[in-house]
């Protein structure tokens, strides 16, 4: 049984940091990606960051730069560093864990978010 908890959201004004945690509990063989969604109200999840089990990390364009995921996938723990805030990053904060063989959207398992709010 895989679980996942977030931790670290709240209410920022916009050029503020925060910083997010998620912890994973249980493995699955062949799982190699801890990730980052986000939710913004009326819009699709979308990809913010993933690592991988070999360090490797990917991130979505528009937060280059201002974010930085870290962590470790097989000490079960990564964390999501976001600098210089903007108010359309608020949104639900997912964590995500699945194969990189898994493509679909949905994919692997899911936290129960975090919610970002970031003031004007």
């Known amino acids: 049984q895989v679980q996942l908890v977030e931790s670290g959201g709240g209410l920022v004004q916009a050029g503020g940091s925060r910083r997010l945690s998620c912890s994973r509990e249980?493995?699955?063989?062949?799982?190699?990606?801890m990730g980052w969604h986000r939710q913004a109200p009326g819009k699709q999840r979308e990809l913010v960051a993933e690592?991988?089990?070999?360090?490797?990390?990917k991130y979505a364009d528009r937060i280059k730069g201002r974010f930085a995921v870290s962590g470790d996938v097989a000490k079960k723990t990564i964390y999501l560093q976001m600098n210089d805030l903007k108010v359309e990053d608020t949104a639900v904060y997912y964590c995500?864990?699945?194969?990189?063989?898994?493509?679909?959207?949905?994919?692997?398992?899911w936290g129960k978010g975090t919610l970002v709010t970031v003031s004007s």
């Open positions: 995500n864990y699945r194969a990189h063989v898994m493509t679909n959207p949905g994919a692997g398992y």
């Open positions: 249980g493995s699955i063989d062949l799982f190699n990606l």
């Open positions: 690592i991988s089990t070999d360090g490797t990390i």
